[in-house]
């Protein structure tokens, strides 16, 4: 209901006070926006062209392996071919770490496997593989609690109680299981570490993903179960004899290797205004093909950026920022952050959500742009996008540029109830492409663009918001 | 509409055609028979118990190893402490297949790991893999037409349009593709061959399930992809360009093993009177832990057993075939039929098609027993049962017991919309269960077995039927 309110209140604003809206710098009638974002909604096959292109030709891509170099390679190509200015390609080395053999079995008193997968920076337990006692936390601050010592020689087992969530805030909520749980177990002296995997799916597709362990610490091994064998596990332990379980994991870190940024512009006509940034990632974990994470992401910015190219030139820069390696530490954002920090920049945005449909947007910019942000508003209505009152964030990828000078941001927050079903696993395939939403956030993505690239005002939220 | 008018004339015969009831020997009444399946809908764990416990305790259990055994010994304890008469196990010896390692890569033009199973009976291509040019063939008709010496050192890949089916009847249509063609692409000499997988999901779980080789065939490497691998080839495959992959199977034949039936009873009253047998089977694919394929007929017919048991000695005894080695070649159903040809049977049951809810009734009866079949249609319509025409035709497991002795066979169907979702794959287990539609299963089963077990007419159709 507070949504509705609010809706409500910004289409109020946009009716009774035109002074609002005339006061602004003058940008594209609304006319042209509304029949970009429809003509978005109606038929769009480049988004889902790229996102099929990137799964069937190049699929897996982990930052910093030969597969996101070839990833690097069709990107360049494909934005070259859809006719996008400036593209080009920005390396940096990257330490990479990389999957080996993963298996896991319970040795007694129910023998039976279970399916891994390591977590990103996982030590390895070595070809031989470890076999010991299970310790079993129900949560992370069960873990926490364990004292010291306590863990030797043991291999510690983290569940959780994930829910699937609309916003995705669960991630934040149970994630650290898999953030954390590994670098806590570590220094508690475990031998190595499982946890059921961050997700809400039951398919016996363990979800991977980064973990980090502090200075100092020895990563040990750390895994992910499939969800229905962390219940299985759990189902196991609750008959209340002691579980050894045997695990194997030898993943390597193979040192220094290249990465890169894929960057593309769609040219303002006033080179003084300062740019905005549009990003996505390209790469992706290792088990999938990164169709929802992230080349979802990729298809709708590329697609926006194409319709806004399609209208008279926009008085801002457009930049497309298809990062590398965000996955396994936002190498791609950190490197960008740097290179461009002299660079003026307005704005940046982010798809990096998968491909549900959006559903709310959320701003950060100066209190002078509420005219800009009511058009917005109206111009996403029909597409069944609310405002809220959250303060827009960014995505990882634009989290440096962000940082570095204090950008305006429009987050466009997409549908995460299935994120989470397919987020880091094999699972993660075009087939999950849903085409209807994917067209429906290049429409939000192509008239939020059009309002923000025209739009001449300041789009720096002041130092105090 | 025709299943509607069926039920609607079955309870008009019941309600207007009294004599036609009461000709018929006397069973239990219809209050007690109401009753017990009332009880068993509102509430009964020993199905699920019995699912729970042997994806807990034991897992996947295939057919000849170690697993199977295990699961005997758990079945037999189970059976026994629940209370039922003559619980024991009969061994067999059969030849058993296991699977080795199992690998698949596109090699060109776009590398990319594919999930892969073998399936059963599939030959080994060594520890060195096989690598050659894929041969497309979308359909098993397509492949039945290539020319013999066409596949010479290629790699067929079979592909179909499995569609979800109530009634399963699109696994016999798109079957096929795995049953015999692995047997015709080696008749035309391919080096191996993949498969898209018999299934209606689209998860990175291939299924597995048996393939035959004609005698004097060498049986070559044959393997099914998931299904979003399988289009994922296919998109690979429309790019027009020679499509390489290198496949690894090594499973292997480990000559013969004990196998071996579970068998336990409700005693009848009258030991004159053919006994009733109901069955499901006790082993599972290897992928999975066998939680619909098939612990959960043997929960539902151990709880309807049970609620048999629960009433006055029924005049037939029930007997309960918990079949050895279904999965693998129907090992223990015909050792079954060849071990009890001589012991008078007159009717087979079978549960193995999931966990979802039972929404049709066939029979396969003689003509004098219209009166109990009406009186058990009347019974299953409160369950939304509704009778069918087609004839009933028993289950894998007690089909050689039905060809030996013409048994008569009243068979409950149940919804299979999702089965094929899960089956022969990884994913098949506990979760996927639902409490409720369980619990309608042994309602359906305890109302039937209750009025079958106490009827003492003639059971086996007429031979014209």
Redesign the interface.
């Known amino acids: 209901m507070k949504k509705n309110i609010e809706l409500f209140a910004a289409a109020s604003a946009l009716l009774l006070t035109p002074s609002l809206v005339s006061a602004a710098p003058a940008g594209p009638k609304t006319d042209s926006v509304a029949a970009l974002r429809d003509k978005a909604l109606e038929g769009d096959e480049v988004a889902y062209g790229i996102v099929?292109g990137l799964?069937?030709?190049?699929?897996?891509r982990q930052g910093g392996t030969q597969?996101e170099a070839r990833a690097r390679i069709w990107a360049v190509a494909k934005l070259k071919a859809l006719g996008f200015d400036n593209v080009r390609v920005e390396e940096y080395q990257m330490p990479t770490w990389v999957r080996g053999a993963e298996t896991a079995e319970t040795i007694s008193?129910?023998?039976?496997?279970l399916?891994v997968a390591a977590l990103g920076n996982s030590g390895s337990t070595g070809d031989a593989g470890i076999e010991a006692e299970i310790v079993y936390f129900p949560t992370i601050d069960e873990l926490r609690a364990a004292p010291d010592g306590s863990l030797n020689g043991k291999i510690a087992f983290v569940s959780h109680n994930m829910k699937a969530t609309q916003d995705g805030s669960s991630y934040g909520a149970f994630g650290p299981a898999r953030f954390v749980g590994p670098n806590i177990a570590a220094k508690k002296g475990a031998a190595a570490i499982v946890i059921r995997s961050i997700g809400t799916d039951?398919?016996?597709?363990p979800h991977t993903g980064n973990t980090n362990f502090d200075p100092g610490v020895t990563p040990i091994p750390a895994g992910a179960l499939s969800?229905?064998d962390a219940?299985?596990l759990e189902?196991?332990i609750a008959?209340g004899k002691p579980v050894r379980i045997k695990l194997k994991l030898t993943p390597q870190n193979i040192g220094m290797q290249t990465s890169g940024n894929v960057l593309a512009e769609v040219k303002g006509s006033n080179p003084k205004l300062p740019i905005i940034v549009i990003a996505c990632h390209l790469d992706s974990w290792d088990l999938?093909?990164g169709a929802i994470d992230d080349a979802a992401g990729c298809g709708i910015i590329g697609a926006a950026a194409l319709h806004l190219k399609s209208m008279d030139k926009p008085k801002r820069t457009v930049r497309l920022l298809w990062a590398g390696a965000e996955e396994v530490g936002i190498w791609g954002g950190r490197d960008y952050g740097e290179k461009h920090a002299g660079e003026p920049h307005a704005l940046a945005m982010e798809s990096d959500f998968g491909a549900g449909k959006v559903w709310a947007a959320d701003f950060r910019l100066p209190a002078s742009a509420a005219g800009l942000r009511a058009q917005i508003v109206a111009a996403l209505a029909p597409l069944g996008v609310v405002p809220r009152r959250e303060l827009a964030g960014g995505g990882a990828d634009v989290g440096a540029i962000i940082a570095a000078q204090k950008l305006g941001i429009i987050d466009l927050q997409q549908d995460g109830t299935k994120y989470f079903d397919l987020h880091h696993?094999?699972?993660d395939?075009?087939?999950?492409i849903d085409k209807a939403e994917l067209r429906q956030n290049v429409a939000a993505w192509a008239a939020t663009l059009a309002l923000v690239a025209n739009y001449e005002g300041e789009l720096k939220p002041e130092p105090a918001q």
Chains 1, 2 share one sequence.
């Open positions: 099929e799964t069937t030709e190049i699929g897996p597969a008193p129910f023998p039976q496997r399916a039951h398919h016996r597709n969800i229905p219940e299985n189902r196991m008959r999938g093909t696993t094999p699972d395939t075009l087939d999950k």
